[in-house]
């Protein structure tokens, strides 16, 4: 906290933000015991939040934001894509018993006898699988509308990385699918389940496109600030067909960080991301119920943060590039209605804008892709999260023609 405090120095708003969401995160439980040692003293559900707390501290803080009845689904759904995700990425287990198991997880989400030991990259990972019919409990008593939604994406997501496990991201079409499976399928999980809670409208699920955008636009993000530790990692999720255009071999760019060709390959997939956004802002348009809306707005803005920090920013290609967690707190507390979620969007664009080297070869590009950009931030269109004034009856009525003029 201290070195944050002073990354904030000059701000002092953003270190009132930090004592704010510290004082009001208190509520999520923090253990200093393994989830190994937690797991026969706590409830099944109150194990998966700590599961969930463990394995992300951000995801559990944003849930918070989620009204009382989807917190459940939406913690079950992310930890059972954790397993999922931890069958995936661990390299010591072999692929003869791994793909199978990837293709077939999703009849075993609700199997109270199925766990594994031993898989996983971290002890956290393990201690999840390893007590996985905690896990499968606590699914077993959503109802069924949820269970659906979640054994889909499960199972396509499933055979998605299954069917990645031996091919590797090269082209931009490679790069939109292989985030399509790991988070796009996230997007339209979660859309199916807010429909299904009744507080948004039954169409969201059916907004596949936008869905999928949503997810890929974090998903883009964290790819491109992660180049370093995923390269130290031993692995890449760049796409060939672009970083080729600027060096022969991968890792050339940790080595000449601040040459042309590092900083061009990072912008020019920058401005590949940048195209997600309209889809993004029409999407959280769409949402009518408040905590909805701020649960899947606050990882947007925090991605356009980051965005506007990696953008020709050589300290990508040497180490992590993050916001300031001061920064963060404030966005958090700024991210109330899709007023405010513009005003942080062209904030950060503004600041892309004036990092612009005019001898880069993408800058004619991210020209063209910050006006159309803009252009969606113009446009007046009726949000629903900002119809106060009509009745909840109005205002679906008014979204639910917003969606059908859209189709
Ligand atoms: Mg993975």
């Not at 999520?28 to 707390?53: G, T, W």
């Not at 499960?154 to 055979?159: A, C, E, F, L, P």
């Not at 909805?292 to 980051?306: G, L």
């Amino acid at each position: 906290m201290i070195k944050d405090i002073y990354a904030s120095i000059t701000r002092p708003r953003e270190i009132a933000a930090m004592y704010y969401i510290r004082k009001h995160s208190r509520e999520i439980k923090q253990y200093k015991e393994s989830l190994d040692e937690l797991a026969s003293q706590l409830s099944d559900r109150d194990f998966c939040y700590a599961a969930l707390n463990k394995v992300s501290r951000s995801f559990a803080v944003v849930i918070q934001q989620l009204p009382e009845q989807l917190k459940d689904p939406v913690c079950l759904f992310y930890l059972i894509l954790r397993a999922l995700d931890t069958l995936e990425d661990d390299m010591r287990f072999s692929d003869n018993e791994k793909l199978p198991l990837l293709r077939n997880f999703h009849e075993l989400i609700g199997n109270e006898t199925w766990y594994r030991e031993g898989i996983g990259d971290t002890k956290d990972y393990r201690d999840l699988l390893k007590h996985y019919p905690k896990v499968a409990r606590s699914y077993n008593q959503l109802d069924r509308e949820y269970h659906q939604v979640i054994k889909d994406i499960t199972q396509r997501m499933g055979n998605g990385m299954a069917d990645f496990a031996d091919r590797k991201v090269n082209s931009l079409d490679d790069y939109d699918e292989y985030c399509h499976y790991v988070a796009g399928l996230v997007g339209h999980g979660l859309s199916g389940l807010f429909s299904a809670s009744g507080l948004e409208s039954e169409l969201l699920k059916d907004k596949l496109q936008i869905s999928n955008s949503m997810g890929l636009f974090l998903q883009k993000t964290n790819i491109i600030r992660d180049y370093h530790e995923d390269l130290y990692l031993g692995r890449s999720f760049w796409p060939s067909e672009v970083w080729k255009q600027y060096a022969d071999h991968f890792d050339y760019f940790a080595n000449a960080p601040e040459s042309p060709e590092a900083l061009a390959c990072l912008n020019h997939l920058v401005v590949d991301a940048l195209r997600h956004i309209p889809d993004c802002i029409q999407y959280m348009r769409l949402l009518q119920n408040k905590q909805v809306f701020r649960f899947c707005a606050i990882p947007q803005v925090m991605a356009m943060a980051t965005l506007a920090e990696v953008f020709n920013n050589p300290k990508v290609f040497t180490g992590v590039v993050k916001i300031r967690k001061g920064l963060a707190a404030r966005l958090m507390l700024h991210t109330q209605n899709m007023d405010e979620v513009i005003k942080s969007f062209r904030k950060f664009l503004h600041i892309i804008e004036n990092k612009i080297n005019s001898n880069d070869p993408n800058t004619q590009n991210l020209q063209k892709q910050l006006k159309a950009i803009y252009e969606i931030l113009d446009k007046p269109e009726l949000s629903a999260n900002q119809t106060s004034k009509l009745s909840f009856q109005d205002s679906k009525n008014s979204l639910n023609k917003m969606v059908e003029q859209e189709v």
